[in-house]
């Protein structure tokens, strides 16, 4: 008995990586809203001095340096859980097959049945 399988196709590959570019839009924009606070903050100081300004502007750098690590590591994620996503929906889209089959010896003339026609013409 013989048999092929084969891998069968639904539907063709589709790239869903885009479906996380929302997310990843807003950590770039939670990002730019980071550093522009901290922007106004340095500005709003600029004039002071003193111990107590010196430790804001380092809580502020501490808290920014933190922030951008944890969205670095946001859009990493996010990107790699699409990447998973995409995977996963398209492993759905197809399904593996195997066809099994009976092989029939061929006679020696290399033709099936008797070898009269199947048509007459009788009248």
Same mark, same amino acid.
Do not use: C, W
């Given at each position: 008995?013989?048999?092929?399988?084969?891998?069968?196709?639904?539907?063709?590959?589709?790239?869903?990586? &885009?479906k996380?570019? &929302?997310? #990843?839009?807003?950590? &770039?924009?939670?990002?730019?809203?980071? !550093?522009?606070?901290? $922007?106004?903050?340095?500005?709003? $100081?600029?004039?002071?001095?003193?111990?107590?300004?010196?430790?804001?502007?380092?809580?502020?750098?501490?808290? $920014?340096?933190?922030?951008?690590? !944890? #969205?670095?590591?946001?859009?990493?994620?996010? !990107?790699?859980?699409?990447?998973?996503y995409?995977? $996963?929906?398209n492993?759905?889209?197809?399904? %593996?097959?195997?066809?099994?089959?009976?092989?029939?010896?061929?006679?020696p %003339?290399?033709?099936?049945?008797s070898?009269?026609?199947? !048509?007459? %013409?009788?009248?």
């Amino acid at each position: 008995m013989g048999s092929l399988a084969k891998r069968y196709d639904f539907e063709p590959y589709e790239d869903l990586t &885009g479906k996380a570019r &929302g997310f #990843i839009d807003l950590f &770039g924009k939670l990002g730019s809203l980071a !550093h522009e606070m901290q $922007l106004a903050a340095e500005k709003e $100081l600029a004039g002071s001095s003193g111990e107590m300004v010196d430790s804001m502007n380092e809580e502020l750098k501490k808290e $920014l340096s933190q922030l951008q690590i !944890h #969205i670095t590591q946001s859009v990493k994620v996010m !990107h790699d859980k699409a990447v998973l996503y995409s995977g $996963l929906m398209n492993d759905m889209k197809t399904q %593996n097959i195997t066809i099994y089959y009976e092989e029939s010896a061929m006679p020696p %003339n290399g033709k099936q049945g008797s070898g009269e026609s199947r !048509h007459s %013409n009788t009248r």
